[in-house]
């Protein structure tokens, strides 16, 4: 069992930035891919950002050049930097953590962007 503590949320003017954070615990060892996923109201959920072990790193193409991704395995923790934040962005974050066989989500973060 994983668990995913998400911290960072707030409410921020349009154009403004945040760094959202998550940091996982339990049964960490075999944990390759970690990211960000986020839920808008009335919206499907949608991946923001993924980034495997290896460093490897993916975005929606929504946030792509504004948004970054990164990951400390010592502190079993990814973080997501996001700049130039428009309206569109407001919604509840998702932490998520997978192995080959098994996914884990926390508890979510609100993310609100005023104009």
């Known amino acids: 069992q994983v668990q995913l503590v998400e911290s960072g949320g707030d409410l921020v003017q349009a154009g403004g930035s945040l760094t959202l954070s998550c940091a996982a615990s339990?049964?960490?060892?075999?944990?390759?891919?970690m990211g960000w996923y986020r839920q808008a109201p009335g919206k499907q959920r949608e991946l923001v950002a993924a980034v495997s072990s290896g460093g490897t790193t993916a975005y929606a193409d929504s946030v792509k050049g504004r948004f970054t991704i990164s990951r400390d395995n010592a502190k079993n923790s990814v973080y997501l930097r996001m700049n130039s934040l428009k309206r569109e962005d407001t919604a509840v974050y998702y932490c998520?953590?997978?192995?080959?066989?098994?996914?884990?989500r926390g508890q979510g973060t609100q993310v609100t962007v005023s104009s």
């Open positions: 339990g049964s960490i060892l075999n944990i390759n891919v």
């Open positions: 998520n953590a997978a192995t080959p066989e098994m996914s884990w």
